[in-house]
Antibody, heavy 121, light 108 residues
Framework: EVQLVESGGGLVQPGRSLRLSCAVS????????MHWVRQAPGKGLEWVSG????????DYADSVRGRFTISRDGGKNSLYLQMNSLRPEDTALYYC??????????????WGQGTLVSVSS | SSELTQDPAVSVALGQTVRITCQGD??????ATWYQQKPGQAPVLVIS???NRPSGIPDRFSGSSSGNTASLTITAVQAEDEADYYC???????????FGGGTRLSVL
């Protein structure tokens, strides 16, 4: 059974940093690209970032580029999102999602339950 | 434009057919993928690559595309189909991923 479990969310002040983690199981992590997608309270889905199987291809939404860094560790079957210079508009539920392929496609076939990030003073 | 546009809300009577659309320039060259999200739950993939359904998704869900518009059609709508539906694809440059704003489907 494929499982993705996010952690690391919480309440943080504007300008501070937070690191999200996503522990996966039930599939060969090294074979697939991965993504972070967020959803602000009461709002729609927003793609945040994606990373290919070998970390050779990485992409970010314009809204987070330069502030967020995506990475992965095959030895730990984990995906990460380092979030710096956080803003109130970054407040959202952050989902980890598995890509159906090894490069960045639009087909996200498994999702975690999300971890909530709140940015407020 | 790099946006994907969806109607915010659509309603349909139980047992009828509904079409949910997603418009964007990028859809002329890229397929849309469709996701269903029920309240308090993570999104679920329902249609990919124009009209491919993952296992476990009922065959009343289907996808199609024409020009700059992708469509998700649900035939013989059931009460459990009431949810938010999102399309995603790439931006007009064919690179960055993006989601449509979502359509809330109400089943009457």
């Amino acid at each position: 059974e494929v499982q993705l479990v996010e952690s690391g969310g919480g309440l943080v002040q504007p300008g501070r940093s937070l690191r999200l983690s996503c522990a996966v199981s039930g599939f060969t992590f090294d074979d697939y690209a991965m993504h972070w997608v967020r959803q602000a309270p009461g709002k729609g889905l927003e793609w945040v970032s994606g990373i290919s199987w070998d970390s050779g291809s990485i992409d970010y939404a314009d809204s987070v580029r330069g502030r967020f860094t995506i990475s992965r560790d095959g030895g730990k079957n984990s995906l990460y999102l380092q979030m710096n210079s956080l803003r109130p508009e970054d407040t959202a539920l952050y989902y980890c999602a598995k890509d159906s392929g090894d490069t960045l496609t639009t087909k996200l076939d498994y999702w975690g339950q999300g971890t909530l990030v709140s940015v407020s003073s | 434009s790099s946006e994907l546009t969806q109607d915010p809300a659509v309603s349909v009577a139980l047992g009828q057919t509904v079409r949910i659309t997603c418009q964007g320039d990028s859809l002329r060259n890229n397929y849309a993928t469709w996701y269903q999200q029920k309240p308090g739950q993570a999104p679920v993939l329902v249609i990919s690559a124009k009209n491919n359904r993952p296992s476990g998704i009922p065959d009343r869900f289907s996808g199609s595309s024409s020009g700059n518009t992708a469509s998700l059609t649900i035939t013989a709508v059931q009460a459990e189909d009431e949810a938010d539906y999102y399309c995603n694809s790439r931006d007009s440059r064919g690179y960055h991923l993006l989601f449509g704003g979502g359509t809330r489907l109400s089943v009457l």
